[in-house]
């Protein structure tokens, strides 16, 4: 690919390719570089440095996991919208590792707050019916359990011969109990100093924020 023919879109969608390759932590702007065969310069006439980089990976990975869970969850809800929505959510990590793991990765406020992954997110947990701050509780609590579960599967920590999508399910359908039956009521917990979370770009109610890093 000639330099004359880069973009800010080519240069993200060739990093997320790399990150699922060898993993976001191998993705640099001299990697990138090389594999369009131009200059480190050219890639920073497009990008500051390696951190905007990286969130921009994170950024595009949560847009298309989000689309990908919208289409599943779309005409469905309660339990068969709590079912759709996990399980597109793992299949998203499960065919893009390095998307994922990119997607960890914190993001400013307002991009997090109007991202594609919270309206997804709320209008899956319609039906629950649950009001703040235990809306935000419950999301905490899938969001948890989603990414420890993926994690482990992942790095083949589910040694025991039970079969992990029974498993899958069953955690399913134990989180659909647990948001039907869910103690309503702030219980008085303390609210951080800084009066936010830093949260990935993920699916998800809670905006957070990120710093930049030096080029790489």
């Known amino acids: 690919m000639v330099r004359a023919g880069l973009t800010v879109d080519k240069i993200v969608q060739a990093a997320a390719e790399m990150a699922d ?9 001299s990697a990138l570089a090389r594999r369009f065969g131009v200059r480190d ?6 990008i500051r440095n390696l ?8 950024l595009q ?3 298309e996991q989000a689309e990908r869970i919208a289409e599943a969850v779309a005409g469905r809800a309660g339990r068969d919208a709590l079912v759709a929505f996990a399980d597109a959510y793992r299949d998203y990590a499960r065919e893009h590792p390095g998307r994922y793991a990119a997607m960890q990765i914190p993001v400013e406020p307002d991009a997090a707050r109007g991202s594609r992954g919270v309206e997804v997110t709320a209008a899956m947990m319609r039906a629950y019916a649950l009001p703040d ?4 509780d419950a999301v905490r609590l899938l969001r948890s359990t989603f990414h ?7 790095n083949g920590a589910f040694g025991h011969p039970r079969d992990v999508q029974a498993s899958w399910e069953k955690a399913l359908e134990a989180l659909h ?4 039956t869910w ?6 917990g303390r609210a951080r100093r800084d009066g936010g979370e830093r949260r990935g770009a993920g699916p998800g109610p809670e905006p957070e924020a990120a710093s930049d890093e030096e080029r790489e």
Do not use: M, Q
């Open 21 to 29: 390759e060898v993993g976001i932590e191998n993705v640099t702007v």
């Open 41 to 46: 310069a050219s890639l920073y006439s497009h």
């Open 51 to 58: 951190a905007e980089l990286r969130r921009r990976v994170a």
């Open 61 to 63: 990975a949560g847009d």
């Open 133 to 136: 701050p235990d809306l935000t």
């Open 148 to 154: 420890g579960f993926i994690s482990l599967e992942a």
């Open 177 to 180: 109990r647990i948001l039907t």
């Open 183 to 188: 103690p309503t009521g702030d219980d008085g």
